[in-house]
């Protein structure tokens, strides 16, 4: 069986890692997997070497199936083979879009967790959907990193956080958390590793110190800001290697996010045996999975969509709903690790790395690519 494998790998992007991963689980599987890259606007394609672009020199002649890994509504319809689009969304549905009608001209839809299963079929879907987590490279959690001197890290329990500057990360929510459960006195840090595509380093701190500043104004916990636990703005752009030793540096990956597909810091996080308190929510959900013991879950409810204007005007609309994470368990959370880190820095937590590891190994190439390896021969 010959695939050929279309999507933005080149591009950089979040999408574009995710699909290098998947590609790369099929050729762990045997697989022969020919790809081919597009690009989806104006994000200018990446200059760092291309982990599949031996696959890239290969014809396309004899080509059994096509997976499409691109937005729905570039899917087109190839006579003659099977015809699979591989879909994330992280709200309730897409009904707004046409996205619906596109996924129906494939044969198959594959997505990366159960939420997107469920909001594909909420939007009208009737092609079958199947569910393949997002694979990883595991061999570099054998390695060794050198932590990052970023300071004010020395004696402290180093929460992190690995994301994007947008509405649904819900920075500000992890923020106040925070700030509700800690204060200077605690032997606490929370360092934040944020990009954002169009934005420069300058842009995004700026607009986070003003966050920080707005937030310690509003919920009037101290009226002295020095009073507050210390945050770590980390903006640059990182390298795999720098954000490798970034969770070499840290203890405990947290999110408040709205919204996830599938988390490639959370899952690198586990895989570098650092737990993580995460929403639960999307993809999140398959990734840490019930009763793993390598973090923990926070509660919440579902919310109306709001304020993505960055996006289309019929993606992230209000008639869409989202998760809203329970604030108040969140930084029970973090208070209970920083408790468990007090009492005994090598028990609990320790233990609980382990099994985040053991975890994040389960997303091999390997094993990935034989779930897509029998999906593909049923």
């Known amino acids: 069986m010959k695939i050929a494998y279309i999507s933005t790998y080149r591009d950089g992007t979040l999408a574009g890692h995710a699909a290098t991963q998947y590609i790369l689980a099929c050729e762990a599987a045997g697989l022969d997997v020919v790809c081919r890259p597009v690009s989806m606007g104006t994000i200018p394609q990446d200059q760092k070497p291309c982990p599949v672009a031996h696959l890239e020199q290969k014809n396309m002649q004899g080509v059994d199936v096509v997976i499409q890994h691109v937005l729905p509504q570039f899917y087109q319809y190839k006579r003659g083979v099977k015809n699979i689009g591989f879909l994330e969304w992280s709200t309730s549905d897409f009904n707004r879009s046409l996205w ?6 494939m044969d198959e839809i594959y997505t990366s967790c159960e939420q997107n299963r469920e909001a594909a079929f909420r939007s009208g879907v009737t092609k079958p959907i199947r569910v393949i987590p997002r ?8 390695q060794e ?10 004696g402290k329990l ?6 994007s500057l947008t509405r649904n990360t819900n920075i500000s929510g992890l923020i106040r958390a925070y700030y509700r459960e800690f204060s200077a006195r605690d032997d606490v840090v929370l360092v934040l590793c944020v990009q954002s595509e169009g934005k420069s ?4 701190s700026t607009s986070l110190q003003k966050a920080i500043g707005d937030i310690k104004k509003s919920t009037h916990i101290y009226k002295n800001a020095k009073h507050y636990p210390p945050i770590l703005l980390i903006a640059q752009q990182l390298s795999p290697e720098e954000t490798s030793r970034i969770h070499a540096t ?3 990956f947290v999110s408040a996010a709205r919204g996830c597909v599938w988390s490639n810091a959370a899952h690198n996080a586990l895989g570098f045996g650092n737990p993580i308190i995460v929403s639960q929510c999307g993809g999140f959900i398959d990734l840490l999975g019930k009763g793993s013991g390598g973090g923990w879950f926070v509660d919440g409810q579902t919310t109306p969509c709001f304020g993505m204007s960055e996006t289309t005007n019929y993606l992230y609309t209000g008639e869409e709903v989202w998760f809203d994470p329970n604030l108040i368990r969140l930084s029970e959370h973090m208070g209970m690790a920083y408790q468990m880190w007090k009492r005994d820095p090598n028990g609990t937590l320790k233990a609980m790395g382990k099994n ?4 994040a190994c389960e997303f091999s190439y390997a094993n990935v690519g034989k779930i897509i390896n029998g999906l593909l021969n049923e």
């Open 100 to 105: 619906t009608a596109n996924c129906n001209l």
């Open 250 to 252: 840290c203890d405990i």
């Open 201 to 204: 380093e300058q842009d995004i």
């Open 158 to 163: 180093v929460f992190y956080s690995i994301t």
């Open 145 to 154: 990193y050198k932590p990052l001197d970023i300071g004010q890290t020395q």
């Open 356 to 359: 985040a590891k053991k975890r």
């Open 135 to 142: 694979p990883c490279d595991i061999l570099k959690f054998e």
